[in-house]
Antibody
Framework: QVQLQESGPGLVKPSQTLSLTCTVS??????????WGWIRQHPGKGLEWIGY???????YYNPSLKSRVAISVDTSKNQFSLKLSSVTAADTAIYYC????????????WGQGTLVTVSS | QSVLTQPPSVSGTPGQRVTISCTGS?????????VHWYQQLPGTAPKLLIY???IRPSGVPDRFSGSKSGTSASLAIAGLQAEDEADYYC????????????FGGGTKLTVL
């Protein structure tokens, strides 16, 4: 079955850009049946949708983060990536990647998540 | 504060039935958008529990059930077990915010 795995630096300095990659295994990111998304969870808090991308490159972002977010896809590596610019301590969170069907809105499966801390 | 409102906590004893509510509005649940539920065990990623309001993915026990009416949805857990202690989140879609994916604030279920 499809598995997703996040990777990237666990520590980012304030004002810099957070960069994470999600590697998809057990299935092709080229499948037209899915979107590939990012969701974050602040420590001890709830879930916040960041955005998702279609294999063709079409992107959809949370309006509250849109000015700082860029999601891209690399079909040759079966990966998609998140960049969040001008980070502050408020961006410290566990970042999850997840798959969403194009015909529905639920996310399944999810990666295990990666904690990113913004600190100098 | 989340647009989808969940009680911060619920509790129950083993064997009991508990419900978790998810209240939205006319621009999300009330517009006919589906509600999905996730279970997050301590220290793990969320796991899809119910999708399309009432559908259980393969492997999810039938003790878990979902329903939706008007601008609200509910998750019911029957025959409560100790391993059900977790955080539960609802999710839907909102047409007023340009394709905005919404999560509820989460409910902590404690098995007494």
């Amino acid at each position: 079955q499809v598995q997703l795995q996040e990777s990237g630096p666990g520590l980012v300095k304030p004002s810099q850009t957070l960069s994470l990659t999600c590697t998809v295994s057990g299935g092709s990111i080229n499948s037209g049946r899915y979107y590939w998304g990012w969701i974050r969870q602040h420590p001890g808090k709830g879930l916040e949708w960041i955005g998702y991308i279609y294999y063709s490159g079409n992107t959809y972002y949370n309006p509250s983060l849109k000015s700082r977010v860029a999601i891209s896809v690399d079909t040759s590596k079966n990966q998609f990536s998140l960049k969040l610019s001008s980070v502050t301590a408020a961006d410290t969170a566990i970042y999850y990647c997840a798959r969403r069907r194009t015909s529905a809105e639920e996310f399944d499966p999810w990666g295990q998540g990666t904690l990113v801390t913004v600190s100098s | 504060q989340s647009v989808l409102t969940q009680p911060p906590s619920v509790s129950g004893t083993p064997g009991q039935r508990v419900t978790i509510s998810c209240t939205g509005s006319s621009s999300n649940i009330g517009s006919g958008y589906d509600v999905h539920w996730y279970q997050q065990l301590p220290g793990t990623a969320p796991k899809l529990l119910i999708y399309g309001n009432t559908i259980r993915p393969s492997g999810v026990p039938d003790r878990f059930s979902g329903s939706k009416s008007g601008t609200s949805a509910s998750l019911a857990i029957a025959g409560l077990q100790a391993e059900d202690e977790a955080d539960y989140y609802c999710q839907s879609y909102d047409s007023s915010l340009s394709g905005f994916v919404l999560f509820g604030g989460g409910t902590k279920l404690t098995v007494l």
